[in-house]
């Protein structure tokens, strides 16, 4: 796995599809946005967006994803970052526009702690990812993730290697 689209269609796999009653069930993606929708909604930020973070918005305007099967962080060699919520573009422009930095927050943990990438005055194909419970300033921190594929693709290990563990464990019972 090596593209942001192959590690969202791998969580993908993860949500149920919605039964017949209408009853929501965890995790949960919302539809995703047309380019076009995106384009004419983010053109109120002084700054230019990720390709990246287009593709994210393509696959789900806003996810809740606390139910995946996360691992412990100790009980995995590799680092990653567990993502509870996938903000919609809606709340993440006006977060963005609230902080006034340059910033655009992603996902959010239930503890206030964000994941946010910075605009640029040019698009670029992919942004740093940084992590905070602090600020949302990126002046003293270094990227937790060279980008959000990077970030989902880990994120994706790790899901993977708890979701093979669990198997295990079933079949061995």
């Known amino acids: 796995m090596n593209t942001l689209r192959e590690a969202l269609d791998f969580i993908s796999n993860f949500v149920p599809s919605p039964s017949a009653s209408g009853q929501m069930s965890y995790p949960l993606l919302n539809t995703g946005l047309e380019r076009e929708d995106i384009e004419r909604q983010v053109s109120v930020l002084p700054f230019k967006l990720a390709e990246e973070v287009y593709e994210l918005y393509q696959w789900s305007n806003g996810a809740f994803l606390g139910s995946l ?8 060699g ?4 567990p993502i509870f919520n996938v903000l ?6 006006a977060i963005a526009q609230d902080w006034g930095n340059g910033s655009f927050p992603l996902t959010e943990e239930e503890s206030a702690y964000v994941c946010f990438t910075v605009g640029t005055s040019e698009q670029q194909r992919t942004a740093p990812i940084f992590c905070s419970d602090e600020s949302c300033d990126t002046r003293n921190q270094t990227p937790y993730f060279e980008s959000l594929t990077s970030m989902m693709i880990r994120l994706v290990e ?8 669990l198997r295990e464990n079933t079949n061995e019972q």
């Open 69 to 76: 099967p996360y691992p412990k962080k100790s009980d995995l």
């Open 88 to 93: 919609s573009l809606e709340r993440s422009i």
């Open 78 to 81: 590799t680092h990653y970052q």
């Open 158 to 165: 790790a899901v993977n290697h708890q979701s093979n563990l």
